[in-house]
């Protein structure tokens, strides 16, 4: 099989300047690509920026390799100037990696305001706002591809990552609806929640494990996905060390009830076998695969609904 290649593309990459980003730059770099690297240079929690030397170092080792890029030290959050760099040395934009990220671990127990906001501003708010910088133009050109950067922690949750966790699931929803609305002019967007050795994971991780999870491990998943050839789009994928897999939906058959008052809690946990019950899955991949108006009929043609008793909140607080 021929070796997939970039030349004449435009690729922006996002916190380019270590781990995965410098991985993914370098690749691009090394397969005609003009690369745009991104990086403020911020440290791990976000607190400290502006060291330049970081997309310097990756710039420098691309162009030493025969490759083109640029350096770009500007935050996520302003997205409209990374994209402008690209437009400025290069015409155009045809990819955008969204990889730049920080943590602000903690429980939710003592988890502030700030460490709230600062998460989502970097992760939501800098993804958006660098893929809506590059929108117009690649609606225009017919053709882009965008990665919005995930994380096992936000899919399944993780003790001490409640902010983490809410800002990578949002970028699922977010690329999701990206892929439907770039569909028609060859916009595709994926989301992964890769997994790697890098100073984010360095701290919670054994060596021997590190060592197996090397960044470059995920850079062939994420190449593939921005390839002018691959059509996937609005997928989600788990990837580090050597494993590439795509995540779906799975929704239980479920139970019908009848839509009258005698559909009460109570009714709800006598079917709870049923909602639970995964024996007969379905695959839903799209707002439109719920078929309400077969269900509205199964549930006219009910007699009533289980009435096990009343379930009662007394002594309950509810907000
Ligand atoms: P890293 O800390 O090595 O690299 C992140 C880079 O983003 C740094 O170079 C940093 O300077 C840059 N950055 C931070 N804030 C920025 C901002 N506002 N604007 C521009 N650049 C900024 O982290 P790593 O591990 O390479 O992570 C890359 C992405 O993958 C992140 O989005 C992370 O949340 C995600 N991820 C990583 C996992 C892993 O196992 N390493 C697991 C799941 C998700």
Redesign the pocket.
């Known amino acids: 099989m021929a070796e997939l290649r970039f030349d004449n593309r435009v690729v922006i990459v996002?916190?380019?300047?270590?781990?995965?980003?410098?991985a993914y730059a370098t690749f691009f770099g090394s397969r005609g690509a003009s690369v745009v690297v991104?990086?403020?240079?911020?440290?791990?929690t976000?607190d400290e920026?502006g060291?330049h030397r970081?997309a310097d170092v990756v710039v420098d080792e691309i162009k030493k390799a025969g490759g083109k890029a640029v350096a770009n030290y500007?935050?996520?959050?302003d997205g409209d100037k990374i994209v402008q760099t690209a437009i400025d040395a290069f015409g155009k934009v045809d990819v955008v990696i969204?990889?730049?990220?920080?943590?602000r671990d903690k429980s939710f127990a003592r988890m502030t305001d700030a460490d709230w906001d600062l998460i989502q501003t970097?992760?939501v708010r800098?993804s958006y706002k660098v893929a809506k910088a590059a929108w117009a133009h690649m609606q225009k050109q017919g053709y882009g591809r965008i990665i919005n950067?995930?994380?096992?922690?936000g899919i399944y949750g993780n003790f001490g990552q409640a902010n983490?966790a809410a800002a990578?699931l949002a970028l699922f929803g977010f690329s999701n609806t990206l892929a439907r609305e770039g569909e028609k002019k060859n916009i595709r967007v994926n989301t992964i929640?890769?997994?790697?050795?890098?100073?984010?994971?360095e701290t919670v991780m054994p060596p021997d494990m590190l060592a197996a999870?090397k960044?470059e491990f995920v850079v062939p998943l994420v190449a593939y996905l921005v390839h002018d050839s691959t059509e996937e789009t609005g997928s989600i994928f788990e990837v580090?060390a050597g494993f590439v897999s795509k995540l779906r939906w799975e929704r239980s058959k479920g139970a019908v009830f009848k839509a009258d008052s005698t559909f009460t809690p109570a009714s709800v946990g006598a079917k709870w076998p049923q909602i639970t019950n995964f024996d007969k899955p379905q695959y839903p991949s799209s707002i439109m695969d719920t078929d309400w108006v077969g269900l509205l009929e199964e549930a006219k043609s009910l007699d009533g609904n289980p009435n096990p008793g009343e379930l009662r909140f007394d002594g309950k607080v509810a907000i």
């Open positions: 996002t916190g380019a300047g270590g781990g995965l980003g410098k991104n990086d403020l240079g911020a440290s791990r976000g920026g060291n970081a500007d935050s996520v959050e969204n990889n730049a990220g920080i943590l970097v992760h800098g950067t995930a994380s096992a922690a983490y990578k929640a890769p997994l790697a050795a890098s100073r984010m994971t999870l960044p580090g």
